[in-house]
């Protein structure tokens, strides 16, 4: 395939925040109580996964990485 650039690794892979467009929210499973952080399309209801929560110093860097703070971040079940 040319023209088409696969990713080395997860971290290479950047996503861009659109406050307007997205609100940022948290998936939590009910069974095993894994959290992951991302973003809901406001239109289509999509969540769009960004990470994986494991502890709070993962959620710090989540809200430090996309300028979360003081901002509601909904929780999904």
Not at 33 to 54: N, W
Not at 65 to 73: A, C, N, R, T
């Given at each position: ?8 690794s ?14 940022p ?8 109580g ?44």
């Amino acid at each position: 395939m040319f023209g088409i650039r696969k990713p080395k690794s997860k971290s290479e892979t950047v996503y861009v925040y659109h406050p307007k467009q997205e609100s940022p929210a948290v998936r939590s499973s009910i069974c095993t109580g894994e959290k992951v952080a991302g973003f809901v399309d406001k239109e289509t209801g999509r969540f769009h996964e960004v990470m994986l929560i494991r502890t709070e110093d993962d959620m710090a860097k989540f809200k430090n990485q996309f300028h979360l703070e003081g901002v509601e971040i909904k929780h999904i079940y």
